[in-house]
């Protein structure tokens, strides 16, 4: 790969643009947040977050089967009132609704569907945030400034739940909503740094657009990409009548692949640690005087991976700026007033997005794909941790060695879904359709133990702790391909120069939609006393996207992509009513691709 600035460059969209190639350098710091924040999503709120908050609570709580015992086992002094009190429990907990139950701001609720709730909540602040921020970010420096002040924040957050203890749970479930709100905040700002990258990518700019169309020509293979220097080799043949993506997409699924490679790699290996930490921590006197101690801990080195291996991103990175805001925002110093300003900006901002992305139909499609997908998998994950530690009565090792097996099935996951798509010669919305088939194994499997004949079985439906294994290296092996493919894809349907508007946008749609299902699935639990019955909702949850996500035309709305940026830059990057004519008359001349 080339260094910055050197090799042929093309011309500034707009005053400042760096046009300098993507350089190696540039790539591992991109890399490098992956390898950071990754472990936080994977390891924090895929893991330990929901199952700290549950023991938190649980210490607080009373069993549902029986209101009048402690969740808190009793401890034996050998006297009869206390062995009679441990045989109580014991009996009351082996209830198969032996969730727990406490009180919050005057209603009972269980300690599982606590954990649920915080993340509803947590998503929609999250929402929130993106809003204020956004637009804002498409503008100079603030992209990457903005990344980092999120970087730094949420590993903070993180690591303060060392100091949490069970009669302050609520303030862990604070802590949650900052370390999830600046969570996907930083990953939707490392998602618009990558259309850049690919744009100023020496292999996007070494050819004319020309040989970029000739390669996806039925006799040819699409472009394959090394995992290192991820070089074009265009040789070997394909089946006749097959269409493949175009090398812009290939370049952005094969850097997304890789990011997500390396992050899942990189939250294997802390969870393997944690593991380590929890066994040790096990053996302590700490940790039988406080249950949550391990965990509270574990949730401290999290944070403390995040916040250090942020700083490779900070050196290496390039700010990539974007164009000038409005003489009147610009150059203000930050005080309440301009702080003020901004956010009002961001969110005017965010209305005219919408209002652009209104007009663009394969956006549309895939927002509301989206919106439910997305919705599926978080609730999918949270939802089979809690059933895992509370209907399976898993420990947290257990409940640990899981998640390493989904993560690890991730990283395969990952690195194979680009070679079965080019070995099948599959387009990209075939390939995410095919990891949503995947996903609906689980919710079924789920189902079956409510069939009797497979109840009477003993093993089958989830019914047995080692059932839970296979299904997560199906779950892991499906992430590994939607996390990288979804949003590389997203990104060929966007205006070049909005990327941080855009996908802050597919990040809204994402958490936003995130808050709907854990909260239903929170209410079922209260209701049922038990999560089972939660798999029906997730089946349909799944399977609802799978068509829209397959009518998705990729090079149609690349087109209106391109079209559009080219409407907003003539009008000053406003969607109003001159703008909205100026797009019609594209359309009525022909300039758009048929959609018919």
């Known amino acids: 790969m080339e260094e910055e600035g050197s090799g042929p460059q093309r011309a500034p ?45 649980r210490e607080n709580g009373v069993l549902f089967s029986d209101r009048t015992i402690s969740c808190v086992a009793p401890k034996s002094s ?8 441990v045989k109580m429990f014991a009996r009351a907990a082996q209830d198969k609704n032996s969730q727990c139950v406490i009180q919050l701001l005057g209603h009972d609720i269980t300690t599982s569907s606590l954990a649920m709730y915080t993340f ?32 730094f924040t949420g590993s903070t957050a993180s690591m303060l739940f060392l100091l949490v203890v069970p009669d302050i749970y609520f303030f862990g479930c604070m802590l949650v909503v900052v370390g999830v ?82 992050g899942y790699a990189a939250a294997v290996f802390v969870q393997i640690l944690s593991i380590i930490l929890l066994f040790v921590m096990s053996k302590t006197d700490a940790a039988k005087l406080s249950p949550s101690l391990p965990l509270r801990l574990v949730l401290f080195c999290v944070g403390l991976w995040w916040f250090v291996f942020s700083i490779p991103t900070y050196l290496w990175l390039r700010d990539r700026p974007g164009p000038p805001l409005h003489a009147s925002m610009a150059g203000r110093a930050i005080t309440l007033k301009s702080s003020l300003a901004y956010v009002s900006f961001a969110w005017m901002s965010l ?7 209104i007009k663009l139909r394969q956006v549309v499609i895939f927002l509301m794909a989206w919106f439910l997908l ?108 939607l996390s990288s ?37 929170g209410a079922i639990v209260d209701v049922t006393g038990t999560i089972r019955p939660a798999f ?14 397959y009518m998705i035309n990729v090079e149609s709305g690349q087109d209106d992509a391109a079209k559009m940026a080219r409407t907003m830059k003539a009008t000053g990057g406003e969607t109003d009513a001159r703008s909205e004519d100026a797009f019609h008359h594209e359309q009525s001349e022909g300039l758009l691709a048929d959609h018919n």
């Open 120 to 151: 509803s909540v947590s998503v929609l602040v999250q929402s929130l945030v993106l809003v204020s921020f956004s637009s804002v970010a498409d503008h100079g420096t603030y992209r990457k400034k903005l990344l980092l002040f999120f970087a």
């Open 536 to 549: 029906a909702f997730l089946a349909v949850l799944i399977a609802i996207p799978a068509p829209l996500i």
């Open 374 to 481: 997305s919705d599926a998998v978080a609730t999918v994950s949270a939802t089979a941790i809690l059933f895992a530690r509370t209907e399976l009565g898993m420990s947290t090792v257990q409940v640990a060695i899981l998640s390493i097996t989904a993560t690890s099935s991730g990283i395969v996951g990952a690195y194979t879904w680009p070679k079965i798509s080019l070995r099948y010669s599959l387009k990209t919305n075939n390939t995410i359709v095919a990891c949503i088939c995947l996903m609906e194994i689980i919710p079924l499997y789920g189902l079956l133990g409510f069939l009797p004949f497979v109840q009477s079985w003993g093993v089958g439906g989830l019914q047995q702790p080692w059932e839970i294994f296979p299904l997560g290296v199906v779950h892991g092996f499906v992430m590994g391909g």
């Open 181 to 262: 709100a600046c969570l996907g905040s930083s990953f939707v700002l490392l998602n618009s740094f990558l259309p850049l990258l690919v744009l100023n990518h020496p292999q996007v700019q070494g050819e004319s657009p020309a040989i970029a169309m000739q390669v996806r020509s039925p006799g040819l293979r699409t472009p394959t990409l090394e995992s290192d220097n991820i070089e074009i080799i265009a040789t070997t043949p394909i089946k006749p009548g097959f269409e493949v993506d175009s090398t812009e997409l290939q370049i952005s699924s094969a850097i997304s692949a890789k990011g997500v490679g390396i």
């Open 13 to 57: 969209r707009y005053p400042a643009e760096d046009t300098s190639l993507t350089s190696k350098r540039e790539l591992m710091g991109w890399y490098a947040y992956g390898l950071a924040a990754e472990v936080f999503a994977v390891c924090g709120v895929g893991s330990f977050l929901p199952v700290t908050l549950e023991q938190l609570a």
């Open 78 to 85: 050998g006297g009869s009132g206390s062995s009679y009190a």
């Open 351 to 357: 209305f005219r997005t919408i209002r652009v992305a």
């Open 485 to 521: 493919y979804c949003r590389s894809f997203y990104g060929r349907l966007i205006p070049p120069g909005s990327e941080a508007a855009f996908y802050a946008l597919y990040a809204i749609t994402d958490k936003g939609s995130s808050a709907v299902g854990p909260a239903v699935v």
